[in-house]
RNA sequence: UGCCGGAUGGUGUAACGGUAGCACAGCAGACUCUGGAUCUGUUUGUCUAGGUUCGAAUCCUAGUCCGGCAGCCA
């Protein structure tokens, strides 16, 4: 083992990825021993909802692995259920797994040929079923060559319209062949039961089930329903392929598990072929086995099903390496859920204004709220892998965000809550321009010129009539630098019918400006400002956590009824010209504020932006306390 | 009460029989033309009880607590 000197953050493995974990300890020690040649996972999402961050950690567990040994990951479309899966939801996944996986791991990403099923191969003597990848054009060097950000328009391969993702229903043919098998062998029957009779029969954890009366057909009569039930000549439910194990386990899966029910329904990929479907537990580890998977990673829920995933590869004649089901635990974030049930009916009831709401934990709503994916990989990095069900406090997501913002974003200044001041001591066509820093944190980001006016505005947040203590910001008679630009005293205080204030009187101290006599004059309080006459308004959508509880589906009770009626505030904000240029994709730090992006849905004449989230605010916390 | 799995500060993790460490959060301070960032310091932890051992978070035994599993969902 070599010495790692990396200084990186958890340069905890040879290959500088970050900490390691069980499961990357089980591949290492597996590729150690030699037991495969190239490390091959998959990422096999059903497509009936979107991907949320929760699938986040899973992408970045898998193509993790991948990339750390030199394999490739497979994206599948686990889409063996038609009544509810939807080609709307396999377009969003691809977007948003190469979107998270840009410049990270997309050499590491594997597609195959599109229409392209499995071939049918003699291996030893037996047939086989093998489904290829088509080379990644990237993989050469096994390096990412793509920055973040090039990602959305087809991932490594490109516009390649040659391409699509791996469908578990490429398989639906060999799948039935497999069945045929085992029927053959006398490992499965077709079972007339009912939903609920199978049900009884099943009996329950602490009590065994009782054998169906259709378990022992013979296999003739097996291989002539079952070809039957495929000719469409059954109604939905009114037969099942069973595998034959026993109904007297104590692990419920083993007892005689359905591999096949009748669904006559239009698929979003095989339309009207087929009016049998396999179950997961049939399709998924003979799927992993065609693609030559040779870890599969899933989340706990399926450890229970794992007997049942090596029963199926261990009573077929299977002559290549079998695939093995290794087990993690999925993320829980505070204050969001998870489910893609209760995400859908969010979308439904119309709850947020879609999938890709930025307030939803959707991988497409936080890359419209601006998150950039490589916070979001770094999160998932930091979190780990463990098989420990536990509740990750959604603060550490937020600092991996911050984190990442804060190193790229460019510095703007912007005013939410406009409050004019004019500056009394300056002629009225008063005009200059400013030199202001792009991003403290990088240098080479640069300078740029904003204008600085006789009117200005302020944020109303930084004028207080009377202050409490150790408020360092303007009040009657007080004094604050303005950033980039002078100090001012607050001289008058002017406020409307209702006594509101609208207008602030103050002086500027001309020779505080950065070289001037008196520039290191010491004051409490910087804060931001625009030109009132040249900063342009834009609707800003302030967001906020979506539920106002940790745990909003915890326990009993609605989750519906936690949700934070204060997620969605919109501001007419005024912003610096600059902003005006500003282009999808980019993101800024309006000073002392937040950090935003532009939405999808900003016009040049009608630009709208997102608080993707805001600075640290210690003085709010001081002010809390009181 | 059947089977499977888990338990390390408030949270997420590391330590693979040999000094319980890291990050977040919290607290205190320094610095600051962002009350941001940065830097210092700091509070808090091995589920319990036995055992093996010179030595146990780690191994063994028993218990406690938590999670998952009885879809023709995945």
Redesign the pocket.
């Known amino acids: 083992m070599t010495t790692n000197n990396s200084d990186s953050?958890?340069a905890?493995n040879p290959a500088g990825e970050g900490?390691?974990?069980?499961i990357r300890?089980i591949v290492a020690a597996d590729v150690a021993a030699g037991r495969h040649q190239t490390i091959v996972t998959r990422f096999?999402?059903?497509p009936?909802g979107y991907l949320h961050i929760g699938h986040a950690k899973s992408i970045c567990l898998n193509f993790g692995i991948a990339r750390q040994f030199r394999g490739r990951c497979n994206l599948r479309m686990?889409?063996?259920?038609p009544?509810?899966e939807e080609v709307e939801y396999v377009e969003s996944i691809q977007r948003d797994v190469h979107w998270l996986i840009a410049g990270w791991a997309d050499h590491c990403l594997a597609l195959k040929a599109r229409g392209v099923g499995p071939a049918t191969v003699e291996t030893d003597g037996r047939t086989d079923f093998h489904q290829e990848p088509v080379p990644n054009p990237r993989a050469e060097g096994r390096s990412p060559t793509a920055e973040a950000g090039d990602a959305m328009a087809g991932g490594p391969y490109g516009e390649s319209a040659e391409v699509e993702p791996f469908y578990?229903s490429d398989y639906f043919q060999p799948l039935y062949e497999y069945a045929v098998e085992l029927i053959r062998r006398g490992q499965a029957y077709v079972?007339?039961?009912?939903?609920?009779?199978?049900?009884k029969y099943?009996?329950?954890?602490?009590?065994a089930?009782v054998e169906s009366p259709f378990r022992h057909r013979s296999v003739a009569e097996n291989l002539d329903l079952f070809a039957r039930m495929k000719a469409g000549e059954f109604p939905?439910?009114?037969?099942?392929l069973r595998a034959k194990i026993d109904m007297a386990s104590?692990?419920?899966?083993l007892?005689d598990?359905?591999l096949?029910?009748?669904?006559h329904a239009t698929h979003h990929q095989t339309g009207a072929d087929w009016c049998i479907?396999?179950?997961?537990?049939f399709?998924?580890c003979l799927s992993d086995y065609v693609e030559g998977i040779t870890h599969s990673i899933c989340?706990?829920?399926?450890?229970?099903?794992?007997p049942l995933y090596d029963w199926v590869l261990d009573n077929l004649d299977l002559p290549r390496a079998q695939p093995r089901q290794y087990?993690f635990?999925r993320l829980?974030l505070?204050y969001t859920i998870m489910s893609k049930?209760k995400l859908l009916q969010l979308v439904r009831e119309q709850k947020v204004a879609g999938w890709d709401d930025p307030r939803m934990p959707t991988l497409s709503g936080m890359r419209r709220r601006g998150i950039p994916a490589a916070a979001i990989r770094e999160f998932c990095a930091?979190?780990?892998?463990?098989?420990?069900?536990?509740?990750?406090?959604v603060?550490?997501f937020?600092?991996a965000v911050?984190?990442d913002l804060?190193?790229r974003a460019l510095?703007r200044m912007g005013v939410l809550r406009p409050l004019k001041v004019v500056i009394t001591n300056l002629p009225d066509d008063h005009s200059e321009d400013l030199e202001a820093?792009n991003?403290?944190?990088d240098p080479a980001a640069g300078t740029r010129r904003i204008p600085f006016g006789r009117e200005l505005f302020i944020d109303q947040d930084?004028f207080m009539e009377t202050?409490p203590p150790?408020?360092?910001?303007l009040r009657p008679g007080g004094e604050v630098?303005?950033?980039?630009?002078?100090i001012i005293r607050c001289d008058e205080v002017v406020k409307d019918a209702d006594g509101r204030v609208v207008e602030l009187r103050c002086t500027a101290d001309l020779d505080?400006?950065?070289?001037?006599a008196t520039?290191?004059r010491?004051?409490?309080?910087?804060?931001?400002w625009v030109s009132a006459a040249r900063s342009f308004p834009a609707e800003v959508r302030l967001y906020d956590r979506l539920f106002t509880v940790p745990e909003p589906d915890g326990g009993e009770g609605d989750f519906l009824a936690h949700l934070n009626p204060e997620s969605l505030e919109v501001v007419t904000a005024q912003l610096e010209p600059s902003l005006a240029a500003a282009q999808p994709g980019e993101c800024f730090?309006?000073?002392?504020?937040g950090y935003f992006c532009p939405d999808r849905e900003s016009r040049p004449d009608r630009p709208v932006f997102n608080r993707t989230i805001t600075?640290?605010?210690?003085?709010?916390?001081?002010a809390k306390?009181g």
């Open positions: 953050p958890g905890g900490p390691s974990d069980f300890d096999p999402p059903e009936n686990d889409d063996t259920n009544t509810k578990a079972c007339d039961l009912s939903p609920e009779d199978t049900d099943r009996g329950a954890p602490d009590r089930g939905n439910g009114t037969r099942t104590p692990n419920v899966w007892r598990p359905v096949y029910r009748i669904r479907y396999p179950m997961y537990d399709a998924h989340t706990l829920e399926f450890e229970v099903h794992r087990e635990a829980n505070s049930r930091r979190i780990g892998v463990t098989k420990y069900d536990g509740l990750t406090d603060a550490l937020e600092h911050r984190e804060n190193r510095r820093v991003n403290p944190e930084d202050p150790k408020y360092f910001r630098r303005l950033k980039y630009a002078y505080s400006k950065r070289g001037g520039a290191d010491k004051v409490k309080g910087t804060i931001h730090q309006l000073e002392r504020t600075l640290r605010d210690s003085w709010a916390k001081l306390k």
